[in-house]
């Protein structure tokens, strides 16, 4: 019996050592987004460029599947982004911009010097629509299919590594779904 | 060239560490005495390799080598120089060589110094000492090798991250390591005692004054990562149960427990084989530490850049270490004789509840730092604990620990009586009796808890002078100041660093009882000339500019603050670095003795602004004023240990040896 007790720690040692063994294999800056396989929540936004259409979730159904990216003219990593998405645009991907916590006269500013790769921009000054789609933090993409669900989430900006490793693959086979 | 000085010099310690190991545990088992003395030769020379490979990497960044990737990727030429020092140990690779350097100093320090410590456990520890520097040393040059060429050298080097660029940088690892290595030494001491199968009083004695030393480095190394933490994050808390510094508490609790356990282990032959369990398991918590900041099992805000290979290994090392120590003493400590036996009112009892208490603790912070993992691993979900478990378990725990704390040094050894006792806590209680009513009246009931955190940081400070009151008092009949003097000379300094390490809890209580009762906070848009009234201080934002610093540009506003020692300016700056792309803030503080204004600035809002968070904190530097007296409490302490152990090598007194009953 007193040797059990001295077989305690190395046993609880062991189960704990496997504990982080399984614990190693997962990465813990993923986070999953609650969203996913569910359809987008509802928004209707006004546009940042008075003259272009506004973004509402209707949009977002329809036609093939497309990417919602949530961007801000004064959120580097998304400057960072930025010349990606072009690309994108120029092989014919679909992106729509939600414009977050952003002045109009400086989402503007931003769109004329680098470029606009979206097809339309909604204006979320209050950043209410970004809350319901779970945003932490500015750049976050989403890959919603023509049913209008959302069926990826991107935490940070899209690198052209992950474009051609996941997610053009994941484009694809939803184009032919 | 000098990278591949490095490169060498490394390799070569550790061969020197495997020399070392193999050696020593062959010397001390066969009792050859040149083997023993060759191995306590390669702990020295093995010292002075990491010296030189940790020289090379050092002068790498001072000179700014961009050809050595590591240095091209934390330093550039417009860095000062001191983040370029400091910089040598802010990367994972450069923070592992300072790991292994300090571990071998200590090696070194223990096969040059120590004449009256028995020979074949001197060897038997230094050979631990040496498989543990072999193991760090290859996670070193297999996973992690800082000495690594670019090709082509780039012109110029990334950056070091910002956050980091401050001189809290420039000491808080370095002292934190000497802690978490410090422990090494506990730890060896324990394998070889299970090793040897004998464990006795000198045994306590010789490795007490080690582990002192690393609670003390541990102590300031935690208080000072809080102090850095408070002024540069901008978040205005002192703690946040942040995996990282859960990972710095585990074994600073667990050394606090074998501290006291190896005071009775010293005294009374007691506590044996819990002694030797808490000396491997205070430094496998070190070594988890480790691993959780650089295996990426955990985010935190401390997380090194991530390598899955680097985890692997890690945890295979602790399996292995850790696995045999604890296999060892599954093995080796029911063959001890259990201790000498003591009473439930007696000192060991204190000490073995204070240890309890310790661990019970530990485990609450272990479970809530790896409880995420456990649950992702098995069922795949993603939580996180955050503040209130810790606040909703350790804080009750802590609390009865603190009624402890004072018992304990008032209680004589092996037996006492509780009538006595209670008459020699009469001070203390009656000044947190005094300490709980008058907070009530003042505060209203809706204080109590606060009440109770004054009682005890009152309980704790008296029963600190009352351990010297008891000292000092008269032997005979006669007024308390004859002969005061002499009484005060014949007490041993390690009363004294008792007293001030107890009584700096109580201060430290007593800074969290009012930062936990009385901080406020506001957040507001201000415009320049705007004020505000925060805890009856008016505060002013009195002006808003841009600067440009040596390798950053900042937004730079202006308060002014009217406190009660007059009118104060306070400066908060947004930095932003371009090189690395990365903002920073820098808090305003005014640091007061009765707490601080506290002032960091975010963006600019959206109606013109700017976002401005103001903090009141009072007697917040009490908390980390009470920890430095700890520390200092400790430094005091060990300063009477070097005369005690001299002493006891001269006269040699015939210690209560403990045999093994079977061996």
Same mark, same amino acid.
């Given at each position: 019996?007193?040797?059990?007790?001295?077989?305690?720690?190395?046993?609880?040692?062991?189960?704990?050592?496997?504990?982080?063994?399984?614990?190693?294999?997962?990465?813990?800056?993923?986070?999953?987004?609650?969203?996913?396989?569910?359809?987008?929540?509802?928004?209707?936004?006004?546009?940042?460029? $008075?003259?272009?259409?506004?973004?509402?979730?209707?949009?977002?159904?329809?036609?093939?599947?497309?990417?919602?990216?949530?961007?801000?003219?004064?959120?580097?990593?998304?400057?960072?982004?930025?010349?990606?998405?072009?690309?994108?645009?120029?092989?014919?991907?679909?992106?729509?911009?939600?414009?977050? &916590?952003?002045?109009?006269?400086?989402?503007?500013?931003?769109?004329?010097?680098?470029?606009?790769?979206?097809?339309?921009?909604?204006?979320?000054?209050?950043?209410?629509?970004?809350?319901?789609?779970?945003?932490?933090?500015?750049?976050?993409?989403?890959?919603?299919? &023509?049913?209008?669900?959302?069926?990826?989430?991107?935490?940070?900006?899209?690198?052209?590594? *992950?474009?051609?490793?996941?997610?053009?693959?994941?484009?694809?086979?939803?184009?032919?779904? | 060239?000098?990278?591949?000085?490095?490169?060498?010099?490394?390799? /070569?310690?550790?061969?020197?560490?495997?020399?070392?190991?193999?050696?020593?545990?062959?010397?001390?088992?066969?009792?050859?005495?040149?083997?023993?003395?060759?191995?306590?030769?390669?702990?020295?020379?093995?010292?002075?390799?990491?010296?030189?490979?940790?020289?090379?990497?050092?002068?790498?960044?001072?000179?700014?080598?961009?050809?050595?990737?590591?240095?091209?990727?934390?330093?550039?030429?417009?860095?000062?120089?001191?983040?370029?020092?400091?910089?040598?140990?802010?990367?994972?690779?450069?923070?592992?060589?300072?790991?292994?350097?300090?571990?071998?100093?200590?090696?070194?320090?223990?096969?040059?110094?120590?004449?009256?410590?028995?020979?074949?456990?001197?060897?038997?520890?230094?050979?631990?000492?040496?498989?543990?520097?072999?193991?760090?040393?290859?996670?070193?040059?297999?996973?992690?090798?800082?000495?690594?060429?670019?090709?082509?050298?780039?012109?110029?080097?990334?950056?070091?991250?910002?956050?980091?660029?401050?001189?809290?940088?420039?000491?808080?690892?370095?002292?934190?390591? #000497?802690?978490?290595?410090?422990?090494?030494?506990?730890?060896?001491?324990?394998?070889?005692?299970?090793?040897?199968?004998?464990?006795?009083?000198?045994?306590?004695?010789?490795?007490?004054?080690?582990?002192?030393?690393?609670?003390?480095?541990?102590?300031?190394?935690?208080?000072?990562?809080?102090?850095?933490?408070?002024?540069?994050?901008?978040?205005?808390?002192?703690?946040?149960?942040?995996?990282?510094?859960?990972?710095?508490?585990?074994?600073?609790?667990?050394?606090?427990?074998?501290?006291?356990?190896?005071?009775? *282990?010293?005294?009374?032959?007691?506590?044996?084989?819990?002694?030797? *369990?808490?000396?491997?398991?205070?430094?496998?918590?070190?070594?988890?530490?480790?691993?959780?900041?650089?295996?990426?099992?955990?985010?935190?805000?401390?997380?090194?850049?991530?390598?899955?290979?680097?985890?692997?290994?890690?945890?295979?090392?602790?399996?292995?270490?850790?696995?045999?120590?604890?296999?060892?003493?599954?093995?080796?400590?029911?063959?001890? &004789?259990?201790?000498?036996?003591?009473?439930?009112?007696?000192?060991?009892?204190?000490?073995?509840?204070?240890?309890?208490?310790?661990?019970?603790?530990?485990?609450?912070?272990?479970?809530?730092?790896?409880?995420?993992?456990?649950?992702?691993?098995?069922?795949?979900?993603?939580?996180?604990?955050? $503040?209130?478990?810790?606040?909703?378990?350790?804080?009750?725990?802590?609390?009865?620990?603190?009624?402890?704390?004072?018992?304990?040094?008032?209680?004589?050894?092996?037996?006492?009586?509780?009538?006595?006792?209670?008459?020699?806590?009469?001070?203390?209680?009656?000044?947190?009796?005094?300490?709980?009513?008058?907070?009530?009246?003042?505060?209203?009931?809706?204080?109590?808890?606060?009440?109770?955190?004054?009682? /005890?940081?009152?309980?704790?400070?008296?029963?600190?002078?009352?351990?010297?009151?008891?000292?000092? &008092?008269?032997?005979?009949?006669?007024?308390?100041?004859?002969?005061?003097?002499?009484?005060?000379?014949?007490?041993?300094?390690?009363?004294?660093? #008792?007293?001030?390490?107890?009584?700096?809890?109580?201060?430290?209580?007593?800074?969290?009882?009012?930062?936990?009762?009385?901080?406020?906070?506001?957040?507001?848009?201000?415009? $320049?000339?705007?004020?505000?009234?925060?805890?009856?201080?008016?505060?002013?934002?009195?002006?808003?500019?841009?600067?440009?610093?040596?390798?950053?540009?900042?937004?730079?506003?202006?308060?002014?603050?009217?406190? *009660?020692?007059?009118?104060?300016? #306070?400066?908060?700056?947004?930095?932003?670095?371009?090189?690395?792309?990365?903002?920073?803030?820098?808090?305003?503080?005014?640091?007061?003795?009765?707490?601080?204004?506290?002032?960091?600035?975010?963006?600019?809002?959206?109606?013109?602004?700017?976002?401005?968070?103001?903090?009141?904190?009072?007697?917040?530097?009490?908390?980390?004023?009470?920890?430095?007296?700890?520390?200092?409490?400790?430094?005091?302490?060990?300063?009477?240990?070097?005369?005690?152990?001299?002493?006891?090598?001269?006269?040699?007194?015939?210690?209560?040896?403990?045999?093994?009953?079977?061996?």
């Amino acid at each position: 019996m007193r040797r059990l007790i001295f077989l305690a720690p190395i046993v609880l040692f062991a189960i704990v050592v496997a504990g982080f063994a399984l614990g190693l294999r997962r990465d813990p800056s993923l986070l999953p987004s609650t969203l996913i396989g569910k359809p987008l929540p509802r928004f209707s936004l006004p546009p940042v460029d $008075p003259k272009a259409p506004g973004l509402t979730s209707a949009d977002m159904t329809g036609g093939g599947p497309r990417l919602l990216n949530v961007f801000g003219s004064w959120c580097v990593s998304c400057r960072y982004e930025h010349p990606v998405l072009m690309a994108l645009k120029s092989q014919g991907v679909a992106i729509e911009g939600l414009d977050w &916590r952003d002045s109009r006269a400086d989402a503007t500013r931003f769109l004329a010097a680098e470029g606009n790769p979206y097809e339309r921009i909604g204006d979320d000054e209050a950043g209410r629509t970004v809350i319901d789609l779970g945003v932490a933090a500015a750049p976050e993409t989403f890959i919603v299919d &023509r049913q209008g669900r959302v069926r990826y989430k991107q935490v940070g900006p899209i690198t052209p590594e *992950l474009w051609t490793s996941t997610l053009a693959p994941l484009m694809a086979r939803l184009k032919s779904e | 060239m000098i990278a591949e000085i490095g490169q060498l010099a490394l390799i /070569l310690a550790l061969c020197l560490a495997l020399v070392q190991a193999a050696s020593l545990l062959i010397g001390a088992w066969r009792v050859d005495g040149a083997l023993m003395s060759m191995g306590r030769a390669a702990a020295v020379l093995q010292a002075g390799f990491i010296a030189v490979a940790f020289a090379a990497l050092g002068t790498a960044y001072v000179t700014g080598d961009f050809s050595i990737a590591l240095v091209a990727e934390h330093s550039n030429s417009a860095q000062p120089l001191l983040y370029r020092i400091g910089a040598t140990w802010g990367s994972h690779e450069g923070s592992m060589i300072l790991w292994v350097f300090i571990l071998a100093v200590y090696g070194a320090a223990i096969a040059l110094a120590g004449g009256s410590l028995r020979e074949s456990l001197k060897a038997r520890v230094l050979a631990v000492q040496g498989v543990v520097g072999a193991a760090f040393l290859g996670f070193l040059l297999l996973t992690s090798n800082p000495f690594l060429r670019l090709t082509p050298a780039p012109f110029d080097g990334a950056e070091l991250n910002p956050v980091l660029q401050d001189p809290g940088l420039v000491f808080h690892p370095p002292v934190l390591y #000497l802690g978490y290595v410090g422990l090494s030494i506990a730890f060896s001491f324990g394998v070889a005692a299970l090793i040897e199968g004998r464990v006795d009083a000198n045994w306590a004695r010789w490795v007490r004054p080690w582990v002192l030393a690393a609670w003390i480095f541990l102590t300031i190394g935690i208080t000072m990562g809080s102090v850095w933490s408070y002024y540069t994050l901008g978040w205005g808390g002192w703690w946040f149960w942040d995996p990282v510094e859960n990972a710095s508490l585990m074994p600073w609790l667990l050394a606090t427990a074998l501290l006291h356990s190896c005071l009775v *282990l010293e005294k009374r032959g007691a506590l044996i084989s819990w002694t030797i *369990l808490l000396s491997i398991l205070a430094f496998s918590m070190s070594m988890v530490g480790t691993f959780l900041v650089r295996s990426g099992v955990l985010t935190s805000v401390h997380a090194f850049a991530v390598d899955p290979k680097r985890g692997v290994y890690i945890l295979g090392m602790i399996a292995v270490m850790t696995g045999m120590a604890l296999g060892l003493f599954a093995w080796r400590a029911p063959r001890f &004789r259990t201790g000498a036996l003591f009473t439930a009112v007696s000192k060991e009892y204190a000490i073995t509840l204070n240890n309890l208490f310790l661990a019970a603790a530990t485990a609450t912070v272990f479970l809530g730092t790896f409880y995420p993992v456990f649950v992702d691993a098995l069922h795949g979900d993603k939580i996180s604990v955050g $503040p209130p478990y810790f606040n909703a378990t350790f804080a009750p725990i802590f609390m009865l620990l603190f009624v402890l704390v004072s018992f304990g040094p008032m209680l004589n050894w092996k037996r006492d009586s509780l009538g006595p006792l209670l008459f020699r806590l009469i001070w203390p209680a009656l000044a947190s009796a005094i300490a709980v009513v008058g907070a009530i009246l003042i505060f209203g009931i809706g204080h109590v808890m606060a009440a109770l955190g004054f009682a /005890l940081s009152a309980w704790l400070i008296v029963g600190a002078g009352a351990v010297l009151a008891r000292r000092w &008092r008269p032997v005979s009949h006669g007024a308390f100041w004859d002969g005061l003097w002499g009484r005060m000379r014949a007490t041993p300094l390690a009363i004294f660093g #008792l007293a001030l390490a107890h009584a700096g809890l109580g201060v430290t209580t007593l800074g969290i009882t009012a930062m936990a009762g009385w901080q406020s906070n506001a957040v507001i848009a201000m415009t $320049p000339g705007q004020s505000l009234t925060l805890a009856g201080k008016t505060i002013t934002l009195t002006g808003l500019r841009g600067i440009e610093g040596p390798n950053y540009e900042a937004a730079q506003a202006r308060f002014a603050v009217d406190t *009660l020692a007059g009118p104060r300016v #306070l400066i908060s700056e947004r930095r932003f670095y371009p090189d690395s792309q990365t903002t920073t803030t820098e808090a305003g503080i005014n640091v007061g003795l009765l707490g601080n204004v506290y002032i960091s600035i975010g963006d600019r809002a959206a109606g013109g602004g700017l976002v401005v968070r103001l903090w009141n904190h009072p007697l917040v530097n009490f908390i980390w004023g009470g920890a430095f007296m700890m520390a200092f409490g400790g430094m005091v302490s060990l300063a009477d240990r070097r005369l005690r152990v001299a002493v006891v090598k001269r006269v040699r007194a015939p210690a209560g040896v403990l045999e093994p009953a079977a061996a």
